[in-house]
């Protein structure tokens, strides 16, 4: 089992950044495909970012690529977002998720583990 904690959410103007991270409990967090997820009131949860095990290569969604940046710590078992340039469109609640086995990064249903997720608003 792998414990996941996301915090660093928060209210932020347009144009503005945020870091988000998510803090890995349990069985060994290098061992896992890590990634971020996000979902919007009535919308699907869609991908954001993902990272293997190693810390690359990386993946992201066409929305987010060049604006957000997704790293891991492997030493610190915690998993970071850094988001900038960030516009209301990126307003949603943010999870992270953890995988052990996938075909597809950026496929939620191949993620075995999800934490609670933490709110991001951007205002115009």
């Known amino acids: 089992q792998v414990q996941l904690v996301e915090s660093g959410g928060g209210l932020v103007q347009a144009g503005g950044s945020l870091r988000l991270s998510c803090a890995a409990s349990g069985r060994i967090f290098s061992g896992y495909v890590m990634g971020w997820f996000r979902q919007a009131p009535g919308k699907a949860r869609e991908f954001v970012a993902a990272?293997?095990?190693?810390?690359?290569?990386?993946y992201y969604a066409d929305s987010v690529k060049g604006r957000f940046i997704i790293s891991r710590d492997n030493a610190k078992n915690t998993m970071y977002l850094q988001m900038n340039g960030l516009k209301p469109e990126d307003t949603a609640v943010y999870f992270c998720?953890?995988?052990?086995?996938?075909?597809?990064?950026?496929?939620?249903?191949?993620?075995?583990?999800w934490g609670q997720g933490t709110q991001v608003t951007v205002s115009s």
């Open positions: 998720a953890a995988s052990y086995i996938l075909t597809r990064t950026d496929s939620a249903s191949q993620y075995q583990y």
């Open positions: 990272v293997m095990w190693s810390g690359t290569p990386t």
